[in-house]
C-alpha cells in the first residue's frame, strides 16, 4: 500500500470517527450514497499577513446535491501556534466531477479569537481536489469573497491551494 493510501486511510477513520460522532448518528443511520470526500489536509499558508500559518481542513462528506450529509472542521493557528480561527459546521451539499468535489456548509460553532466577528449560521464553500500520487489542493470561500456574505449552496472557488501534509479521498 503506498504512503499516500495509508495516510488517506488513516486520515479518513480519524476524520469519520471524530467528525461524524459529532452529529450523533448512530450505526442504523448509513450515509446517503453518492459521492465521498473524506480527510484532513492542509499547510502553511502563503497569503500576505498570514505567511507560515499552518491551517488544516477536515472533510467527511456524503451524498449528491439533493441529498447530503457529513461534517466539516477548520483549523488555523498563527506562526506561534497560537488559535486564529477554529470553526466546524454541518455539509449541506456534495457535487464531485472525477477527482474535483464542491462543498458548502453552514456552521455550527466558532471560536474566532482573531476576528471580532460571529460567523455561527454562515454557509462557506469548500474545493478538493484528490491528486493521485502528489499534494492535494483545497480552495475556501472566504479567502476570495471573506465572510461578508454567505456563498451559494453547491458553490465554492477554485483550489488554489496545494497541501503539504494529510491528504483527501473524493469519489
Same mark, same amino acid.
Given at each position: 500500500?503506498?504512503?499516500?493510501?495509508?495516510?488517506?486511510?488513516?486520515?479518513?477513520?480519524?476524520?469519520?470517527?471524530?467528525?461524524?460522532?459529532?452529529?450523533?448518528?448512530?450505526?442504523?443511520?448509513?450515509?446517503?450514497?453518492?459521492?465521498?470526500?473524506? @480527510?484532513?489536509?492542509?499547510?502553511?499558508?502563503?497569503?500576505?499577513?498570514?505567511?507560515?500559518?499552518?491551517?488544516?481542513?477536515?472533510?467527511?462528506?456524503?451524498?449528491?446535491?439533493?441529498?447530503?450529509?457529513?461534517?466539516?472542521?477548520? &483549523?488555523?493557528?498563527?506562526?506561534?501556534?497560537?488559535?486564529?480561527?477554529?470553526?466546524?459546521?454541518?455539509?449541506?451539499?456534495?457535487?464531485?466531477?472525477?477527482?474535483?468535489?464542491?462543498?458548502?456548509?453552514?456552521?455550527?460553532?466558532?471560536?474566532?479569537?482573531?476576528?471580532?466577528? &460571529?460567523?455561527?449560521?454562515?454557509?462557506?464553500?469548500?474545493?478538493?481536489?484528490?491528486?493521485?500520487?502528489?499534494?492535494?489542493?483545497?480552495?475556501?470561500?472566504?479567502?476570495?469573497?471573506?465572510?461578508?456574505?454567505?456563498?451559494?449552496?453547491?458553490?465554492?472557488?477554485?483550489?488554489?491551494?496545494?497541501?503539504?501534509?494529510? @491528504?483527501?479521498?473524493?469519489?
Amino acid at each position: 500500500m503506498k504512503l499516500k493510501a495509508k495516510i488517506a486511510a488513516v486520515a479518513v477513520l480519524a476524520v469519520a470517527v471524530g467528525t461524524l460522532g459529532a452529529t450523533q448518528a448512530t450505526a442504523a443511520q448509513a450515509p446517503p450514497s453518492g459521492s465521498v470526500v473524506l @480527510g484532513s489536509a492542509g499547510g502553511p499558508l502563503t497569503f500576505p499577513g498570514y505567511e507560515g500559518d499552518p491551517v488544516r481542513f477536515d472533510f467527511a462528506a456524503f451524498g449528491d446535491p439533493g441529498k447530503s450529509s457529513g461534517r466539516f472542521h477548520v &483549523n488555523h493557528l498563527t506562526k506561534d501556534g497560537k488559535p486564529f480561527a477554529d470553526f466546524e459546521g454541518k455539509v449541506d451539499c456534495v457535487s464531485r466531477d472525477g477527482d474535483l468535489a464542491i462543498l458548502t456548509g453552514v456552521i455550527e460553532r466558532a471560536d474566532i479569537p482573531a476576528l471580532p466577528v &460571529n460567523l455561527v449560521g454562515r454557509r462557506v464553500g469548500f474545493s478538493v481536489r484528490d491528486v493521485p500520487g502528489g499534494h492535494d489542493r483545497i480552495g475556501w470561500s472566504w479567502a476570495v469573497g471573506g465572510f461578508d456574505q454567505d456563498v451559494v449552496r453547491c458553490t465554492a472557488p477554485i483550489p488554489f491551494f496545494e497541501t503539504s501534509t494529510g @491528504g483527501y479521498l473524493v469519489r
